[in-house]
Every structure is written in C-alpha cells, then in structure tokens.
Nanobody, 127 residues
C-alpha cells in the first residue's frame, strides 16, 4: 500500500523559512501528480502546489508564487515544499497528496482527485 509521511513543520516567525518533506513508500510515483494542500484553523482544505513526478514541472497557487517552491528527488521517493517569506496567513496543517495522472502543467487542483494522503504537519507563522 502507498504511504505518505510528511515532516518539517514547526513554529517560525513572519519572514522565516521552512522546508516540508513528503516521503512515499510502497512504490515510486512515475505517472503521478504530487501536491501540497493546507488547512488553516477553522477552514477547509485548500490547494497550494503540485508537481509532475515524471517531468518535475510544478504549479503554484497565486498566493504562494515567488515564495514557495516544490521539487522532488526521484531516488528518495520524496517531494519537498520550500517555503520562504512566510506570513501569518500561511499558518495551517500542510498535507502531502498523490494522484494518478501526470499532466504538464500539473493542474490538479481539487482534493477529490487525490487518492493518497499523508497525516499532515503543522506550520505556525507567528511573532
């Protein structure tokens, strides 16, 4: 069975940086889209970023463009979300997800498209 495990969350001051990791076990993700979603306190889950596993091309929602970057390491079956210039509104539980299908650009924006999910990692941006 496919398992996704996130790590790297924590408490950071506004303007700071964090790098989230998502490691997959059970199989490689060739032909898959990987994504990061987040769920702010009291709100619904929202799309953040996605990447084509095969090509490495990524896509970002507007409110993180220029601040976040997503990339993968094929050998480690791991995807990363590098988050810079963090803002208080970035505070959320961040989830890694995987969906079968590998479009370029990876425009898979709906949570229902993703069959595999990690347990989430908390990111808190506060002074």
């Amino acid at each position: 069975q496919v398992q996704l495990v996130e790590s790297g969350g924590g408490l950071v001051r506004p303007g700071g940086s964090l790098r989230l990791s998502c490691t997959a076990s059970g199989r490689t993700f060739s032909g898959y889209t990987m994504a990061w979603f987040r769920q702010p306190p009291g709100k619904v889950r929202e799309f953040v970023s996605s990447i084509s596993w095969s090509s490495g091309e990524s896509y970002y929602v507007d409110f993180v463009k220029g601040r976040f970057s997503m990339y993968r390491d094929n050998a480690k079956n791991t995807v990363y979300l590098q988050m810079n210039s963090l803002k208080p509104e970035d505070t959320a539980v961040y989830y890694c997800a995987a969906a079968q299908g590998d479009d370029t650009p990876p425009l898979r924006l709906w949570a229902k498209e993703y069959a595999h999910w990690g347990q989430g990692t908390q990111v808190t941006v506060s002074s």
